[in-house]
């Protein structure tokens, strides 16, 4: 994937016409040479139901004038928030307020 800009970076896809993944949030986080994408989106099954929503995380990377996948994560919706919870209780290390004795919890 390469794209010009980063608001051209979309997960959304039709079919035939028929939209099967649509967009429901999106954050992008850029520095310097390198940006990150958050894409929260759903899927339509093949019972034309939407199943429940998903995360996407794209890094990409600027080469040249344009923006290169480097690679990205695709997290089901319950692993997205058992990563918002974890992420949250670090909140006190990851804003450098603190020091971490290195344990995973």
């Known amino acids: ?14 079919v035939d016409g ?3 993944r ?5 954050r992008v986080w850029e520095r310097g040479a390198w940006a990150t994408v958050a894409i929260a989106y759903e899927e339509r099954g093949p019972d034309g ?4 929503a998903k995360l996407a995380l794209i890094r990409l990377q600027r ?3 344009a923006w290169k996948r480097h690679a990205a994560i695709t997290l089901r919706g319950g692993d997205a928030l058992e990563l918002a919870e974890t ?6 290390e ?10 995973d919890g």
């Open 18 to 20: 028929e939209e099967v």
């Open 63 to 65: 080469v040249r004038d």
């Open 49 to 52: 139901v939407w199943k429940p």
């Open 94 to 103: 990851l804003a450098g307020s603190g020091s971490s004795d290195g344990s």
């Open 87 to 92: 992420l949250g209780g670090w909140r006190h």
């Open 22 to 26: 649509r967009t429901l949030r999106r």
């Open 1 to 14: 994937m390469r794209v010009a800009e980063l608001d051209d970076v979309t997960y959304d896809l039709e």
